[in-house]
């Protein structure tokens, strides 16, 4: 038996096909003699959109709105503005890149928000002991809050959704023990060489922008190029196949978590260093905006087919839906939940829509 691949279009990279029954194998049979056969490219146009308007309708959805909104607003297409997005939107993307090897094992991660601002609050506090201690010390107890949740969700299979909720719980209430229960905010200094990791700039642009593109093309060569990013998607698409097949599941899984829970800190630890202070009060709802960007990007929640380039444009889409309602000016900045929820809706609907239509075809 042998696993067919299936070309992402994009930096995503390729992924173990299903058949058409919806069982998420990746080996195709022949009709005939039942036995392994070669993968059939799409057979006709129809197809053929289908799959690319999958992979790149939000990619379609970002250029025709920053287009119009460029064209209504006067303020939007500065170079001010779009540094302001890109630096801002480089913290989301971090997450939202761990989250994609989560959700593309079929996993899910609700603890990522809880864990961007404990990362943050332990790299400011760190600071204060020098640059080294500022990263490390984030990201050893984010990777452990990672590592805690795959062994739980590998080993002792546990639900991701209930293992990630409580360990949400836990680094918001690890997080509130450092900070003497939200009261006492650490800041980092200026002049500190930590400092310029998040506020430095290269070519006139942000090092969190720099840093985040560095990652996401790390990411794309992973679950492109290599045998652990074919076990990502090989357990996505169907577990019990991928053992069979002799794919180390359990592994895999704990690194796509501690991946996450790294990301995650990482995340927080810049943000930290941009805003020169762990701030106390953010990330709630981060978490959703992650998992909301992911799938908006092309990410199935069922698993087994994702793009990390689909990620990265989810996560613009959402800034630039952000920043469009703040030019408005006349609206809260409460409907950009709602416009956001409602275009993850349309898109998990379409999703599902398009998946239906290629097996079908």
């Known amino acids: 038996m042998t696993f067919t691949r299936q070309d992402a279009g994009g930096t995503g990279g390729p992924g173990p096909t299903k058949d058409a029954g919806g069982a998420g194998g990746s080996v195709r049979k022949t009709a005939a003699s039942g036995t392994p056969g070669p993968e ?19 990619l379609v959805a970002l250029v025709v709105l920053t287009a119009i909104a460029s064209v209504s607003f006067d303020s ?10 890109a630096v801002s939107s480089a913290f989301l993307a971090i997450v939202a890149l761990g989250m994609t090897f989560v959700i593309i094992t079929g996993g899910i991660d609700l603890s990522v928000g809880s864990v961007f601002v404990l990362g943050g609050v332990l790299a400011a506090w760190g600071s204060q ?5 500022a990263l490390l010390l984030p990201l050893t107890v984010c990777g452990l809050i990672g590592l805690v949740n795959g062994l739980l969700i590998a080993k002792a299979g546990l639900a991701p959704f209930i293992v990630t909720l409580a360990s949400m719980l836990g680094a918001r209430g690890i997080m509130l ?8 905010t650490y800041l980092v200094d200026k002049g500190a060489f930590f400092a310029e990791l998040g506020q430095g700039k290269l ?6 922008v720099w840093i985040t593109v560095a990652l996401f093309v790390l990411g794309a060569v992973v679950l492109r190029r290599t045998r652990f990013g074919q076990h990502v998607y090989a357990v996505g698409g169907n577990e019990d196949a991928a053992a069979l097949m002799g794919a180390p599941v359990a592994r ?44 908006i990007g092309g990410t199935l ?19 630039v839906i952000q920043n469009v309602i703040n030019q408005i000016g006349s609206l809260d900045s409460a409907y950009q939940q709602v416009v956001s929820g409602a275009f993850l809706v349309v898109v998990i609907v379409a999703q599902t829509w398009l998946g239906k239509r290629r097996q079908v075809l």
């Not at 146009?45 to 939000?58: F, I, K, T, Y």
């Not at 810049?270 to 981060?286: C, K, R, Y």
């Open 76 to 85: 939007f297409a500065t170079s001010g503005n779009f540094e302001n997005m």
């Open 301 to 319: 929640l069922s698993g087994g087919l994702g793009f990390v380039s689909g990620s990265l444009v989810g996560v613009l889409l959402l800034k």
């Open 252 to 295: 895999t899984k704990i690194t796509v978590y501690v991946v996450n829970g790294l990301l995650a800190g990482l995340a927080g630890t810049l943000n930290a260093a941009w805003l020169a202070s762990g701030v106390t009060i953010l990330g709630f709802g981060m978490e959703l905006d992650a998992i909301a960007a992911v799938v």
């Open 177 to 184: 023990n450092v900070t003497d229960e939200g009261a006492e």
């Open 129 to 133: 002991y020098g640059t080294l201690v």
């Open 40 to 58: 059939q490219p799409y057979g006709n146009r129809n197809d053929r959109v289908s799959a690319l308007l999958q992979q790149h309708g939000a």
């Open 203 to 208: 070519l006139g642009i942000g090092a969190p």
